[in-house]
């Protein structure tokens, strides 16, 4: 018997309505009605008596709850006494998106050290695309992404925005005031790989047709991107905190533009499965350590 289905019988009898457990779970009303049948199926007895929109427990229901929620506490007192601290080993595969591989992941990896330390995390610095591919294949078991993850089975926790800002070498032949978007696409930009939020960004940024005449080179890694633009490559639109040391060294120049860019917001995603409960509370601690960096940042350029 599947203890999602006594979670979703609890729910339907709580609410007395399929939609509003639906909307609990974040699932659809058909997949809830499943698991009802599924499960008096399995019990062979009715449990609720539908009537239009109005939702009752049967007798049998009625009885079927209090034993339900019983082993619902039994089921989350077992969870917890096995992610206690103290006893929980083991690796965890983390993908970690490259953007953010400096800023809150060093505070993330000690906060999760000081809680299970005898977790052991397995750190991939990838693109959020193969991190959203590697977390719903299994490859990984939480991403450090730019997102959200937009798939029912994925449960997405809030980690950090970051501005963005144009940069390029100090060299690069640039006027001091604002500039405008048709004045940037007259250089080279490098970006991160198409089909990823950032190149859509600066797709949506100069428009369609526009950008499609300027010269692109894209790359995975940050570091590349900023090493390309140092080099005169050409221009780039990167999160302030990742250039921000750059820029103060004289390293790179600060574009000023008449049009912002968006920024770009990350998250913590896993996949919503019973089986590992770790995994959401080492995505709660992230979000915990992503609020703290950004307490110690100029709330303009990283917030929560």
């Given amino acids: 018997m599947n203890p999602r289905f006594l979670e979703t019988f609890i729910l339907v009898a709580k ?35 539908r009537n239009g929109r109005d939702v009752r427990l049967t007798p ?21 006494k096995v992610c206690d601290s103290e006893h929980v080993s083991g690796q965890v595969k983390i993908g970690v998106a490259d953007s953010i591989s400096t800023s809150i992941v060093p505070l993330f990896i000690e906060y999760l050290r000081a ?9 991939g610095v990838d693109t959020s695309l193969n991190q959203t591919r590697k977390l719903l294949d299994g490859t990984i078991h939480l991403a450090l992404l730019m997102g959200p993850v937009d798939n029912p089975a994925v449960m997405n926790l809030d980690l950090i925005n970051l501005a963005c800002a144009w940069v390029s ?11 405008d978007v048709a004045d940037l696409a007259a ?14 960004r600066i797709g949506d940024y100069f428009g369609d047709e526009a950008f499609r005449r300027i010269s692109v080179t894209t790359s995975n890694s940050i570091h590349t991107i900023i090493n390309l633009v140092k080099r005169h490559k050409g221009i ?13 060294a004289g390293n790179l120049r600060r ?12 998250h913590a995603a896993y996949l919503k499965t ?31």
């Fill in 15 to 49: 609410h007395r309505s399929f939609c509003r457990a639906a909307e609990h779970l974040h699932t659809t009303q058909a997949n809830v009605s499943a698991r009802i049948a599924v499960l008096e199926r399995e019990l062979g007895v009715p449990l609720l008596a």
């Fill in 60 to 80: 049998q229901g009625a009885y079927a709850l209090e034993e339900a929620q019983n082993v619902v506490r039994v089921l989350a007192d077992f969870r917890r």
């Fill in 115 to 123: 809680s299970y330390p005898r977790v052991m995390p397995e750190l």
């Fill in 169 to 179: 070498s100090p060299d690069l032949e640039i006027p001091e005031q604002p500039v």
């Fill in 187 to 200: 250089y080279p930009i490098i970006s991160f790989p198409s089909g990823s939020i950032p190149y859509a």
């Fill in 236 to 248: 780039s639109v990167l999160p302030e905190i990742a250039v921000e040391d750059d820029i103060a």
């Fill in 255 to 266: 574009i000023r533009t008449i049009q912002s860019f968006p920024s770009l917001a990350f």
């Fill in 274 to 304: 019973p089986e590992n409960p770790l995994v959401a509370t080492i995505a709660r601690i992230a979000h915990k350590a992503a609020a703290d960096y950004c307490a110690t940042q100029r709330p303009k350029i990283a917030w929560q």
